[in-house]
């Protein structure tokens, strides 16, 4: 119930503070500021997350709504740049290869696979954008899942 949904929450909380804060750490580092986060350990931590909160907390709706969709165009558009400079190396025949097969690790994936498609919270957003309609609930979720499978196969023919 609720107790179960507020540890998921937590959780991928925790997971996005710890890689955003890497990540800021490493921004930092590339200016030469390196020498904050060794005087203040933790400060990429509180940084992140205060940013990120603050902006989340202070922004209006339809200015988050503009950030989400330029990041979203961002991302595909970098998606689409890597893929085809990677694609001349492709090997799709990789992705079925014996070798790379470990149906011994399926069930150990449902949890992620579950939680990095995040059901659980576009379900409910869906629901509510689409008011009710069932039909294009349906074609707006299986759209949505095919978009980013087809996504990670494209990327693990790339990178395999």
């Known amino acids: 119930g609720m107790a179960a949904y507020f540890f998921l929450h937590y959780s991928i909380l925790v997971a996005y503070i710890a890689q955003g804060s890497v990540n800021l750490s490493n ?58 400079i990677a694609a001349q190396t492709a090997d799709f025949h990789s992705l079925i290869a014996p070798v790379n097969q470990h149906p011994d690790q399926v069930v150990n994936a449902l ?18 954008q689409l008011e009710g309609d069932r039909r294009k609930i349906q074609k707006a979720i299986v759209v949505g899942t095919l978009v980013p499978l087809t996504m990670f196969l494209v990327w693990n023919a790339v990178i395999l």
């Open 111 to 128: 949890p992620i696979l579950f939680l990095s498609l995040l059901y659980q919270n576009v379900v409910p957003t869906v629901v509510k």
């Open 27 to 84: 921004i930092l580092d590339s200016f030469g500021l390196d020498s904050v986060t060794t005087l203040f350990p933790g400060i990429e931590q509180i940084l992140f997350a205060g940013t990120a909160g603050s902006l989340i907390y202070f922004a209006r709706p339809q200015m988050m709504e503009k950030i989400n969709t330029f990041l979203v165009v961002a991302m595909m558009a970098t998606f689409i740049a890597i893929v085809g």
